[in-house]
């Protein structure tokens, strides 16, 4: 069965301080991976997509890395702000569809001053 | 427009109630789809719209729900005969053709669904 798992459910941190969020899947054929931010009250807003042959992206603060071989995303966010304070969504798309995504639960960041 | 916008921003019925929510996608987006998301949960797949046909509609939960797309742009979800089990954010997005090969998709800031 095509899943996402993500750890940890929820995390605080002190501002300016790193953190990273863990994504395992089973989503076979792998397509892409995608990693979303969801402030409270709206909708995802893509950080990184990553395809079979990227090992890592950044994007600003953030960086994701995929190891295909483990089935395993991480999403690494250096001298965090409050306004990272939201939630990271993995997403991970199989080969066999064009629209069907599979989507982790998140992981609720909170920053804290 | 400038991204996807979704109306009303919230909605709240009574149970047994009709209620639609319509999203405008992003001008030239030719893929729309309609998810539901529950408190602490991921969005979930409810349909998608390639064009003006609903290629996929296997996530709407019950004959209760219904979405049109009639000229392959704004989108209406309909829920007939609303129960408080309704009750979640509706998420739209848009994406230029399909997410083959990394196409972005992009959502709408969601309508809050309350059913009383």
């Known amino acids: 069965k095509n899943q996402v798992e993500q750890s940890p459910q929820s995390l605080i941190i002190l501002e300016g301080k790193n953190c990273t969020l863990q994504?395992?899947?089973?989503?076979?054929?792998?397509?892409?991976l995608r990693w979303y931010k969801q402030d409270t009250g709206r909708g995802p807003v893509s950080l990184t997509i990553?395809?079979?042959s990227e090992n890592t992206k950044s994007n600003g603060r953030y960086t994701a890395t995929l190891d295909a071989d483990t089935k395993q995303s991480s999403l690494h966010i250096t001298a965090s702000q409050l306004s990272d304070s939201a939630s990271y969504i993995c997403v991970v798309s199989a080969q066999d569809s064009n629209y069907q995504l599979i989507w982790g639960a998140g992981t609720k960041l909170i920053i804290k001053p | 427009g400038a991204g996807v916008s979704q109306t009303p921003s919230n909605k709240v019925t009574e149970k047994g109630k009709y209620v639609e929510l319509r999203c405008d996608p992003i001008s030239g987006h030719t893929a729309l789809y309609w998810y539901r998301q529950s408190l602490g949960q991921g969005p979930e797949f409810l349909i998608y719209f390639q064009g003006t046909g609903a290629a996929d509609d296997s996530g709407l939960p019950n004959d209760r729900f219904f979405a049109v797309r009639p000229e392959g742009s704004v989108s209406t979800l309909k829920i007939q005969r609303t129960e408080r089990g309704d009750s979640a954010v509706y998420l739209c997005?848009?994406?230029?053709?399909?997410?083959?090969?990394?196409?972005?998709?992009?959502f709408g800031p969601g309508t809050r669904l309350t059913v009383l």
């Open positions: 990553m395809t079979f």
């Open positions: 994504c395992n899947y089973t989503v076979s054929p792998f397509s892409n």
């Open positions: 997005a848009s994406s230029y053709a399909g997410l083959g090969g990394g196409n972005e998709q992009f």
